[in-house]
């Protein structure tokens, strides 16, 4: 990817039509919100930056910071954000779908099935069975609940002064 390449991992409009079909089909449709999606991605390049207000130490104040992670306002975050989340789903048993490449289907062997919708850091997990809807929720939260060394201040787990 170049610097100037930008991505985002939304549905496509023909996507959405799974909402009203699963309506008329009484599926259970449930919206989720990753509030730090941005901050799960893992950094595939080095990427520096300025010291960040508040942050600058005395005796470095000419250095820059080299994150270790992914932060919001950063061009790569959402992708880096989506592939967190590819690797989750897949490793889950979903799989992405061919047209739509924010749309993953995991279908069961009693027949049963979940859909799972991405705009961004918001998901629409659409499906027959609440338990099986219930289950995948609890995953995605256990796996993206708010990252516990992300502090107020920054700290040296995301950007380190170099």
Known sequence: ?????????VIKMTSIRTVSIAAS????????????SFLHGELDKEIYMHQPEGFVEKVKENMVCQLRKSLYGLK??????YKKLKSFMLK????K?????CVFVKRYNEGDFLILLLYLDDMLVVGQNIKKSASLKKALIKSFRERKNIVSKYDNQV????
């Not at 950007?159 to 170099?162: D, H, Q, R």
Request: hydrophobic residues 40%; aromatic residues 10%; without cysteine.
């Open 1 to 9: 990817m170049k610097f100037d390449d930008i991505f985002a991992p």
């Open 159 to 162: 950007i380190k002064v170099v």
């Open 92 to 95: 889950h048993g979903f799989h």
């Open 25 to 36: 089909m009484t599926l259970e449709i449930e919206q989720l919100d990753v509030k730090t």
């Open 76 to 81: 790569q975050a959402p992708r880096q954000w």
């Open 97 to 101: 779908t061919q047209v739509d490449h």
